[in-house]
């Protein structure tokens, strides 16, 4: 099919293209749509090949400088991969990860369920005293003990997130490190040993730049911008449980937003995916 917006092929000499029915927007700007429209509509799949300039130009009836200019852009935004020695891709995402406001989602279970290969490489594992902020996250005093967890989660061993948990030492007596080594998935341990039931109560999403140490440990580069996911989990009786900080791969994790039971399932109320691009 002849896309909507499809335009006679230009070459602009010192002004660049205008979309005439776009009040003077720069031409590469409205082509932006159409390529992502081609994402979107999985025209081209996930890990594939992207089409090249000239490719494009003829599909769209836009100048090679013109789609250049388009196809730079989306690749800064990490829409787009550009591999030196073979050409744009799109990024493959290994990793959708569910939010919802009353389930606490395991990602050993959900990266298994999608037919992939979860991992986990324990970094840190203490047991110390709540400093104030996390005795405010976890209705604790400061002083009280916790147990602090860092994880280093990988998909088919590529690195997808980093894992920052908290949990009241009391409410996991004998909890160990080799406990956490040896269980892929932390909710089932705690549902199986510790019979807890959870739900999350608090979830909060936003944007953080990584350390020189996370960027090693994620394989991108120091001040690339991440998801950052906050989370608090509760017992059955409401008592907060884990206070969860996670950091999120830009180009191999997505997240999905699942809705409670009895919300509308009209198309305004369909789960929204969110992809943040570095």
Known sequence: ?????????????????????????????????????????????????????????????ASRMTMRKAVDHLVQEGVLERRSTSGTYVPDRLFDRPLSDHIPYSISEVVEKAGHTPGSKLLFFERKEADELIASKLALSPGDPVISIERQRTVDGVPVCLEFSHIPARLVPGLS???????????????????LDLSNKVSIISIHRVTKSEAALLDIRPGSSVLRFEGLSVTSDGQPFEHLRSLNHPDRVSFTIQQSPGESSTDEGRPVRWMLHS
């Open 1 to 61: 099919d002849v896309p909507r917006n499809s335009r006679r092929l230009r070459e602009a000499s010192l002004m660049p293209e205008k979309d005439n029915g776009s009040n003077n927007v720069p031409i590469y700007i409205s082509v932006q749509k159409d390529l992502l429209k081609l994402i979107r509509d999985r025209q081209v799949q996930p890990g594939g090949r992207f089409p090249s300039e000239r490719e494009l130009s003829l599909r769209f009836g």
């Open 177 to 195: 490190a080799s406990d956490v080594i040896e269980n892929k998935s932390l909710y089932k341990l705690f549902r199986d040993n510790y019979q």
